[in-house]
């Protein structure tokens, strides 16, 4: 960084604020040009952080070593070196260092996969640039710049702070501390710790309240947070609990099956058999019984699932979310946005006095308010006038065209109540910006329940305050209603209800529209609003559910995993919704926050897990409905978009948010974010979630008998005191090709056809069921018995050696490949779910069945691997046994279908 920039941002904190705009040369009001944003872009580079001080390649490619099968090789190289076999020696070190290759590269390609997600959950940050605010994305942030940040946003570099309101920052990131501190623009004194400098906010902490503007000192790299990064060089790992409990399954294995080994050894050489025979047979055992395959295909099938879902747009923050997605029971999800469209269009409006109809849809000005004899209303005077305004004046939203088509920009609530009034013959600039300029503004909360803002009127000295929200909220601020003609009368409670709950149950949402002339010297902050308003109307509008919405409800159904609908809409407005998408299909009861809040907590989990529907509820409960859920057992996947969403969203066995309208605060708090913001995308995790586990079992399910048998051929040899049946590099041949050019492509396996029409599976659930545990056990056996048969046979019948030995080494391969097939289901039989439908597989096998060509015929092989071609009956005698064991294996699938 240049000198400038890195001597602002090291004492910034101790500046004025006209020092740091001097230092860095820009301007508090007009920002930066883009011409010297872009120079300084150059100069500093771009704001991201480095990556994490990965080691080089040859550190990388050395770190390969670092695992019990290569120990083992690595021993046995050595061992054959020692009594002169130096062809073996060389075909071991060379599968050492083709494991290396291949573990490299498996780890770069995980790596670059990570980065790429990483890449789709990128933060954009607000700046001011010529004198405009600006989106940007954060990573062309640059020193200097004018930066505005809010509740909700990850700040994007290292900021003097300027300006705050009411600025609370949660520096967790950093400090570890997870209470938000207050900020303040004051200047400190240099000694102040990173910690206490209140008066800056740093790179990647979160807003949790309020806003603020500062100026960038610090980008990229330079940052407190670059620094952490430097010093805790934290590369993401790919690990999951069950990655993790493979890894050590395979360890403790390792162990065992070494000093079995060891054992064996040690018993064949006191009973007098040769030293070097004895070390063959030990290593024979060590590298076919240790599955050392197992937790590469395990992350590998991981990865894949994380693409493919990604390709479905949900993108995984944090790995083990593949795993937990298959087990999901119940998924809590918000309305506005993710079951439903977010495009609003007023259809009523009703005032006290008579209601109106709108037509037309979407944002363009087509359509007119009609009363119920087909008038057009007068916009012009009394209730249905200031209803109107209220909505278009109290209101953040613009009417755009964006490539020709109208569209929104910001909440698409407040689009709607723009486009109404303008339907109605108000003018957006004359009437509502000229007619009433604002003075200031509280905004909409989901707690709050409502906006209002306040405007001078120009040529008098009063002024004039609006406030729109939700009706029962709104209603208790208001004690007179207006009349058609604009005179007041005390308001009619249940009637404005009655009208809202009418509404409602259309599928409408409802917001209740207030008014009050104040005089110039009113204070206007929260605390104005206890003095009462006057009610104008109530705006309806549609907002028309996600087509694919209600399809994947019932795929969630009927994968018995619950759908609830969390909003913080009336309760009618969400029950008709619900009703259309399906939700309520299985009589599910229909909650209201204040239910909730009058509920004991003993009895929350029973009657939450009956209710389909929670209205009105507010971001906290969110955590107490996660809670509640997961007390009587279940796996909550849960959606969010804001920052008091935060807590639901960790403390979600899944928290997933919204990629479009959610805060970075909550993509931050989330397991996975929906690129889309679409619920069907959750029900399609789910389901590439089962696909990745049933993937993995199939994998697993595949590979251990292959293991087993191995592992059994060479004890039975060693305790008949006879040859080997298969040498130690046929073993690594048979291990290493299968595992690549078959096991492997199980991962690409395409989803069963009834993976969403089990119940979910239940984490407790061990891996292997005693079931698949006995399948393993009947091909293992199958295995060992038919080498043991085939190898014996040959050799009564006048076969050498290694002709012998070939026919096991295909013996094995064979059955692999068959049963290959018999993996790709678990339960259903091979035909049903399409020989073809994965090709990956059929591609695999001819790369295998050229392998085994080769290793059986080309003479080099033969020297490299002991073997010797076989002749055509050697080869139907293999077929006709694999075929057996395909048959007994599918026989099993028939005998026990309810296996997993
Ligand atoms: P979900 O949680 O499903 O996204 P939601 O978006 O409808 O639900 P909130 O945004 O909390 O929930 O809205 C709650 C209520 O507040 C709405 O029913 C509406 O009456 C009112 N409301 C929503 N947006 C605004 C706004 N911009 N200004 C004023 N009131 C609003």
Same mark, same amino acid.
């Given at each position: 960084m240049g000198s400038a920039a890195s001597d602002a941002a090291a004492g910034s904190h101790s500046l004025s604020a006209q020092d740091v705009v001097r230092s860095l040369h820009t301007?508090?009001?007009?920002?930066?040009t883009e011409l010297e944003a872009g120079h300084r872009l150059e100069r500093y580079g771009q704001n991201v952080l480095p990556r994490a001080e990965s080691a080089g390649p040859v550190i990388r490619l050395l770190r390969q070593l670092n695992h019990p099968l290569i120990y083992v090789l690595l021993v046995a190289g050595a061992g054959a070196l020692v009594f002169g076999e130096g062809v073996d020696a060389s075909v071991i070190f060379g599968v050492v260092l083709v494991n290396m290759l291949v573990g490299f590269v498996q780890e770069s390609k995980a790596e670059a996969a990570l980065d790429k997600l990483q890449a789709m959950v990128r933060t954009a940050a607000r700046v001011l640039r010529d004198g405009r605010e600006r989106t940007v994305p954060s990573d062309n942030v640059v020193p200097g710049d004018v930066v505005l940040v809010d509740a909700?946003?990850?700040?994007?570099a290292d900021l003097r702070l300027i300006r705050p309101t009411n600025l609370r920052v949660d520096e967790s990131a950093l400090t570890?501390?997870?209470v938000p501190v207050l900020k303040e623009a004051a200047e400190l004194p240099t000694a102040t710790p990173v910690a206490d400098r209140r008066n800056m906010l740093y790179s990647g %902490?979160?807003?949790? %309240?309020g806003a603020g503007l500062g100026i960038a000192v610090a980008t990229g790299a330079d940052t407190e947070l670059g620094n952490i990064h430097r010093l805790v060089?934290?590369?993401?790992?790919?690990?999951t609990p069950l990655t993790r409990k493979l890894a050590w399954f395979s360890k403790v294995l390792t162990a065992v099956i070494l000093a079995l080994a060891a054992v064996t050894f040690a018993i064949g050489v006191a009973r007098g058999q040769g030293v070097g025979e004895m070390f063959t047979a030990a290593v024979a055992l060590a590298v076919g019984a240790i599955p050392e395959g197992l937790p590469a295909a395990v992350t590998i099938t991981l990865a894949i699932g994380v693409g493919r879902m990604a390709r479905r747009r949900a993108v995984i923050r944090r790995l083990p979310a593949v795993e937990t997605l298959g087990s999901t029971t119940v998924i809590g999800s918000?309305?506005?946005?993710?079951?439903?469209?977010?495009?609003? %269009?007023?259809?009523a409006v009703w005032t006290p006095d008579g209601r109106f109809d709108a037509t037309g849809s979407?944002?363009?000005?087509d359509g007119e308010i009609l009363d119920n004899s087909g008038q057009a209303g007068d916009?012009?005077?009394?209730a249905l006038h200031w209803c109107l305004l209220a909505g278009a004046a109290c209101n953040d939203a613009a009417l755009v065209h964006r490539d020709g088509r109208p569209g929104v920009v910001g909440d698409p609530t407040e689009g709607a109540l723009l486009v109404v009034a303008r339907k109605a013959?108000?003018?957006?600039?004359?009437?509502v910006a000229v007619a009433l300029p604002r003075l200031a503004a509280l905004p909409f909360s989901s707690e709050r329940q409502y906006m209002a803002t306040l405007h001078a009127v120009p040529g008098q000295d009063r002024r004039v305050l609006l406030a729109k929200g939700a009706v029962e909220r709104l209603l208790t601020l208001c004690t007179k209603e207006m009349s058609a003609d604009g005179s007041l009368r005390p308001v009619d409670r249940d009637a404005v209800l009655a009208a809202a709950e009418n509404l409602a149950r259309a599928g409408l949402r409802v917001l209740a529209m207030a008014m009050k002339r104040v005089c110039a010297t009113e204070q206007f902050d929260g605390?104005?609003?206890?003095t009462p308003l006057v009610f104008t109307g109530l705006q309806a509008m549609f907002d028309p559910p996600r087509r694919d919405a209600a399809a994947a409800v019932r795929a969630c159904h009927g994968a018995g995993v619950a759908v609830k609908m969390i909003t913080g809409d009336h309760a009618a407005t969400a029950t008709a919704i619900a009703g259309d998408l399906g939700l309520?299909?299985?009589g599910g009861d229909v909650l209201t926050g204040s239910d909730l809040a009058e509920l004991p907590a003993g009895e929350l989990p029973g009657v939450v897990d009956r209710a389909a529907v929670f209205a009105r509820v507010s971001p906290e409960q969110k955590l107490r409905l996660v809670e509640a859920f997961q007390a009587s057992g279940h796996v909550v996947a849960m959606t969010g978009d804001g920052v008091n969403d935060a807590p639901a969203l960790r403390r979600a066995d899944i928290g997933v948010a919204m990629g479009?309208?959610?805060?970075d605060v909550a993509k931050d708090a989330a397991d996975m974010v929906l690129t889309d913001d679409d619920f069907a995308t959750i029900e399609a995790a789910v389901e590439e979630g089962r696909g990745v586990f049933d993937n993995l079992t199939k994998f697993i399910a595949w590979t251990l008998p292959t293991n087993m048998a191995e592992g059994f051929v060479i004890l039975v040899a060693i305790v008949l005191g006879a040859?080997?049946?298969?040498l130690p590099t046929q073993i690594l041949w048979i291990n290493m090709t299968t595992a690549v050019?078959?096991? $492997?492509?199980?991962?690409?396996?395409?989803?069963?056809?009834?993976s969403m029409q089990r119940?979910?599976?239940?984490?407790?659930?061990?891996?292997?069921t005693r079931p698949l545990v006995l399948r393993i056990l009947l091909v293992s056996v199958l295995l060992v018995g038919g080498s043991w048969w085939l190898y014996s046979w040959e050799l009564a019948n006048g076969a050498t050696l290694a002709e012998a030995r070939t026919a096991a080494v295909n013996l094995f391969v064979a059955v692999e490949l068959v049963y290959l097939f018999n993996c790709?289901? $678990?339960?259903?039989?091979m035909w049903s779910i399409g020989v073809?439908?994965?090709?990956w597989i059929l591609g695999g096998v001819a790369v295998q069945a050229a392998g085994q060509l080769a290793i059986t015929y080309l003479p080099v092989f033969n020297g490299l691997f002991h073997t010797a071609p076989i002749t055509a009956d050697v080869w139907l005698r293999i077929l006709g046994l694999a075929l057996l064991a395909w048959l007994i294996v599918a026989a099993d699938k028939r005998l026990r279908k309810r296996l997993i």
């Open positions: 301007d508090l009001q007009r920002g930066l909700g946003d990850k700040v994007p570890g501390e997870s %902490t979160l807003v949790a %309240t060089a934290s590369a993401e790992e790919l690990a918000d309305k506005t946005g993710t079951l439903t469209e977010n495009q609003m %269009t007023v259809r979407g944002y363009g000005a916009a012009h005077i009394g013959g108000l003018d957006l600039e004359r009437d605390s104005s609003m206890s309520l299909d299985d479009r309208s959610g805060t040859a080997l049946p298969i050019a078959l096991g $492997l492509m199980l991962a690409f396996e395409p989803k069963e056809a009834d119940p979910p599976r239940d984490p407790r659930k061990p891996l292997l790709r289901s $678990l339960t259903r039989p073809f439908s994965n090709r």
